[in-house]
Structures are given as C-alpha cells and as structure tokens.
C-alpha cells in the first residue's frame, strides 16, 4: 500500500484538539484511513460491527468491487479464469501469486497429487462418529485432526514449512470430503488414484465402488472443477477472517482451517447453498412456480424470518458474476444430463426473474449470490444437499491458506484483537453470601 497526500481530520464538538490520520491507498478500490494511533490519541475506540467499514488487513490476493460485480483472483476476472483454466491452476495463482507455465504446471500437479493420501489412523477416526452425522461435523473434525498426523510441518515461521502445509490440505481435502460421504453411505472408502485430474480423482472416490471400474463423466468434472474455481477466494470474508484470526495467535495451520470450516458451515454463509436448495426443495414440494408469489410475500415480511437463501451479500450490490458463471454451469450441465426440465432449475430462473422485477429486492441491491445455482448444477451431479459445504469448504482451503500465508509473511502482524464497547453493569461488590 502507498501513501495518499490525503489526510483524515478527526475534530470533536466538545473543544478537544483535532486529530490527523494518514490514508493509504491500495492498487484498486477504496483508500483506508490508519487509525492505529486513535485510541492513543483520543481514549476513544470506533465502532463498527460486523465491520461493514473496517479493512483488516492489507492483501494481493482477491479483488471484488460489489458496485460492478467484478471479481478477481490476483488481477485476473474469474469469468476468464472459468473459462480457460482448471482449479490447479487457480490454486497456483492463488498461492503463488501467478498461473503456472507448462513446466510450473506439471510440478504442482504432481506435489498435490502426490500428497491426496491420508494417513491410515484417520480411517479410524472417522468411525467414531455417527454414520448420520452432518458431513460439516466430520470435516470439522477431520481437519482439525490433520494437526495429530503432521507435526514435520507446523513450524508457522518456516515459509517451507507454510507451503508443505498447504499442498498438504489442498491434495487432502477431497479423500476428507469424500470419506466423509463414503462413511454416510455405509460404502468402503475410495482411494485417490493418481493418473486422474484433482477434480476426476474426486469424483471417483465420492462415487466409485470396489466392485466395478468408473468413468469420470468429462462435462460433470468440468462443471465440478469450475464449482471449485469460483469458490477458491473472496477477500476477508467471515471463514477467511475466522482463518486469520485464529492464525494469528499462532497455532498450526490445520487447526486455523478446521476454524474456517466450522465458520463456513452457518447459513449466512458457506451453509446458504444447503439452505437454498432445501428451500427450493419445500417450495416445489408446496406448490412451486404457482406459489413463487405467497412466498416472496413471506419473504418480504421482516417477522416471518423468511430469508430469499442464495440471494443478497455484503459486498456485491450487483449481480455476483460466480452466480452468472454457476447459472451457465447449470444449463450446461442439466442439459448434457437431459435435465433441462428440471423443475428446481425453472424455479430458481423464476424466484430471480420475480426479485429482480421486485421493488424490496431492488431497493435493497439484492441479487443472486454464488450459492443460488451452486446447489442445483451439484444435486444434477449425484452430490447430495448436506455435503454441498462441504465441497465449498473443499474448494476454499486455497484460498483461507493463502490468506493465513499473506498474513504470517508479514513481519510486522499482530494476534487479532478487537476491542469493544462495554454497556454492563458499573464495578459492584458481591454482597455477602
Ligand atoms: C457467501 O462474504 C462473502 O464474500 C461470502 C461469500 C464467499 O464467497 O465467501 O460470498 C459466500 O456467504 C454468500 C452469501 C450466502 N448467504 C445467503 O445467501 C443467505 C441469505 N443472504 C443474507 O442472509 C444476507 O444477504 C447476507 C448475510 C449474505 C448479507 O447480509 P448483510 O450484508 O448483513 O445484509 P443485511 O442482512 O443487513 O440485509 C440488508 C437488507 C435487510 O433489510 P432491511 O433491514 O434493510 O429492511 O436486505 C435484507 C435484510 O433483511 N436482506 C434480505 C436478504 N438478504 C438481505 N431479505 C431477504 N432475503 C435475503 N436473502
């Protein structure tokens, strides 16, 4: 970040001396005012939760300008992403900071799929949890876990031990989300076979059986490979800050991921895409298309806690391009599938036509986000609704690792914490007991 010639002047009504702060600007986007000296210079702190106006951090990483619905990893817009490369090579991007050439490429698909295996002990881990256990509670524990199996790599001041981690979470992640289905379904686990893609590879362990060989379906890994492109990064959002946090005091990276999923899985957000599609579900099961009207009504009554679920966000106050990107996915994938009747498809394309004509939605900047497709195009591929986190989750572990890497490259961060604004009760004595 550069230094701006523009300051900030803080001036206060009651006569007290005027305080002046710094701004910087980044390469795009909103300058930031430092206020680091405020609460040193005035006993005051500001205040601001949810922090809708408060940057955290400094990073190169994710670029959203909400206003035009763009988004770009690393400069590049993710619709030229989505098109011309695979997840690898985002991961690449990601993490590295550019794509990968030919040479680059063929070394860093080759170290993640060198290290898809898990070690054995967490085979027996897994069975220690109910078979109907959500897939999110698994994962939540299973990552977590990780820290008991790789203590040759959690040297957090140790850059190469920092990248050993996280090829290691990026090749593990699919044989974790995949065993965790596996075990739901009562099936044998399926181990990763190396001459496959990174997104074939998971698609054979989540439906392949010893008793007979698989196919990966080419259009269904292509679409699975683009799901994981559009949800690799996004800024500082909540699971990616949650990640930061946490990392900051310095614990090992597996137990800052495990901290991110478990973020993650909420509604209002990595969770949204299960929600949408189980509303979905229980308006075509209520009447559908013909009842689009009485629940838009629902929805905009604020006591009903009827929320439109895969529609709004914090930052895009236009249409989410991954939800531009996810809804082509859909057509494309429902068609080579011979779905293009699906009846969820045609009432998720009319629930939008409906918000985005409809005066609460469009006074609220209300659009779809990436969520309101996603859970469509994985039910077309035989993914079920309670692992769709899952695989959001699996697809994000690049992005929370680079992030927690930006963050601990950096010399001069600090342990997160926040301050507060304390409204309890005045100091007491406890009265005699
Ligand atoms: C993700 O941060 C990220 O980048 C997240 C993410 C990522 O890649 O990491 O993009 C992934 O989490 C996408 C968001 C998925 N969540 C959902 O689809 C759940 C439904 N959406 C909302 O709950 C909501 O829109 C949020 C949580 C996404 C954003 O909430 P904000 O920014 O706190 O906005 P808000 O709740 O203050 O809403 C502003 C207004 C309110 O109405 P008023 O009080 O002004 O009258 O819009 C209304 C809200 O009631 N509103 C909605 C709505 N979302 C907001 N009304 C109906 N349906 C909705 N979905």
Redesign the pocket.
């Known amino acids: 970040m550069q230094l701006s010639d523009k300051k900030a002047t803080l001036s206060f009504s009651d006569g007290s001396a005027p305080i002046e702060f710094p701004v910087y600007q980044g390469t795009i986007g909103p300058d930031v005012i430092d206020i680091r000296k405020l609460y040193g210079q005035s006993g005051m702190f500001t205040y601001d939760p949810?922090f809708?106006a408060t940057a955290s951090c400094e990073s190169g990483i994710t670029y959203?300008d909400g206003d035009k619905g763009q988004l770009l990893y690393r400069g590049y817009p993710i619709d030229q992403l989505a098109q011309k490369c695979d997840f690898l090579d985002i991961c690449h991007l990601i993490l590295n900071g550019d794509l990968p050439n030919k040479e680059q490429k063929a070394e860093f698909d080759s170290l993640v799929t060198h290290h898809s295996l898990v070690h054995e002990q967490l085979h027996f881990f897994l069975r220690g949890f109910r078979r109907d256990a959500h897939p999110m509670a698994v994962l939540t524990g299973l990552v977590g876990a990780l820290s008991a199996f790789y203590h040759d790599s959690t040297d957090i001041t140790n850059p190469h031990h920092r990248q050993v981690s996280a090829i290691r979470l990026i090749a593990k992640m699919p044989t974790l989300v995949a065993m965790a289905y596996k075990y739901s379904q009562g099936q044998p686990f399926i181990y990763p076979q190396n001459d496959l893609s990174y997104t074939g590879n998971f698609l054979r362990m989540m439906f392949a059986t010893p008793c007979e060989e698989y196919k990966v379906n080419e259009v269904v890994e292509r679409a699975l490979d683009r799901i994981f492109i559009l949800?690799a990064d996004?800024?500082q959002?909540?699971?990616?800050s949650t990640v930061r946090l946490c990392g900051s005091s310095g614990t090992n990276p597996f137990a800052a991921i495990a901290a991110g999923v478990a973020c993650l899985w909420g509604?209002?957000?990595?969770g949204?895409n299960e929600?949408?599609l189980q509303m979905l579900e229980d308006l075509q099961a209520n009447g559908g298309v013909a009842k689009v009207g009485e629940f838009m009504e629902k929805?905009?009554d604020?006591n009903s806690g009827v929320?439109?679920?895969?529609?709004?966000?914090?930052?895009?106050k236009n249409y989410?391009p991954?939800a531009k990107l996810m809804q082509e996915t859909c057509k494309e994938v429902l068609a080579s599938l011979g779905l293009e009747n699906d009846p969820l498809f045609k009432l998720a394309m009319e629930l939008e036509r409906i918000a985005l004509e409809d005066d609460?939605?469009v006074q609220?900047k209300?659009y779809p986000?990436?969520?309101?497709y996603s859970g469509i195009v994985q039910r077309a591929i035989g993914i079920p609704t309670s692992l769709f986190t899952a695989i959001f989750a699996l697809a994000?572990t690049v992005g929370w690792i680079a992030q927690w890497n930006e963050m601990l490259s950096d010399p001069d961060y600090k342990i997160g914490r926040p301050r507060q604004l304390y409204v309890g009760p005045q100091v007491r004595d406890v009265p005699s007991r």
């Open positions: 949810g809708l959203i949800h996004h800024e959002n909540a699971s990616t509604p209002a957000h990595g949204a929600a949408c929805v905009k604020k929320r439109l679920m895969g529609f709004g966000h914090r930052v895009y989410d991954r609460y939605f609220r209300l986000n990436v969520d309101f994000r």
